[in-house]
């Protein structure tokens, strides 16, 4: 016999002990360093000849541009100005608690801001050719940010592609949010579907998702609100003969 999931409201009181929920946005300009910096890091890879990231699985991606990105604290002083450490798959708690381990594949802890509430990102192989599609992007992505499992305390989180197969975002994403918004309901609560966001120098895609979860009263009586998912596809290199 399965037992109830329950909830930890002491977790979540203490995790956001004297904050405010949700949190106030991230400045456009911090996350412009993130995307454009993230950007730079695929390229000099790519460039590098780096195959992991050409036929790597995700674990094996996630890990190298985490200790990359690490890395620059030495070499790079905007980043490091703005950004204290990178962390792959740090457990953290869902919006009531119920879920004390899950893990995004990559957490980006800012200077100066409260380090339980990283910049989340999801991370995701595109390549239609092997089964790893739109539908894998949202049920496994896209719908973690949606029902309350990642940055439920954020008003922003990033979803990250590994292009494989030549995906864009208008040709793939933005069709298949519109067809799913016909099902009752959407499954990914979509109320802004993507399009090209603004202040950002790397190609960026934005979009919109309502939340219908509720945070326990004794943490706030505000609701969550929609979420901004920010959506950076990096295109991968043809694998070398």
């Given amino acids: 016999m399965s037992l109830a999931i329950r909830a930890r409201v002491d977790h979540v009181s203490e995790l956001t002990r004297g904050q405010s929920i949700p949190l106030e946005p991230i400045a456009d300009a911090h996350l412009d360093v993130i995307m454009e910096t993230v950007a730079r890091v695929w390229s000099e890879l790519l460039d590098e000849g780096c195959q ?18 690490n890395n620059l604290w030495k070499v790079d002083p905007l980043w490091s100005q703005l950004v204290t450490s990178v962390a792959r798959g740090k457990e953290s708690l869902s919006f009531d608690g119920a879920h004390l381990e899950k893990r995004p594949d990559l957490s980006i802890y800012l200077t100066g801001k409260h380090p339980s509430f990283p910049v989340i990102v999801e991370c995701k192989i595109i390549d239609h050719a092997s089964g790893k599609g739109m539908d894998l992007y949202c049920s496994k992505g896209i719908s973690r940010f949606v029902n309350g499992q990642y940055a439920w305390a954020s008003r922003e989180a990033i979803m990250m592609g590994y292009i494989r197969d030549g995906s864009t975002v208008e040709e793939h994403l933005y069709p298949f949010l519109v067809a799913s918004a016909k099902r009752k309901p959407d499954p990914w609560q979509t109320n802004q579907l993507p399009e090209r966001a603004k202040n950002f120098r790397s190609v960026v895609s934005s979009s919109y998702h309502s939340r219908s979860f509720l945070y326990p009263s004794s943490v706030s009586d505000s609701a969550p609100g929609a979420i901004a998912l920010l959506h950076l596809w990096l295109k991968q290199a043809k694998k070398k003969d």
Avoid: D, K, P, Y
Avoid at 52 to 69: C, K, Q, W
């Fill in 52 to 69: 992991i990231v050409v036929e790597g699985n995700e674990a094996e991606i996630n890990a190298l541009i985490e200790s990359r990105l």
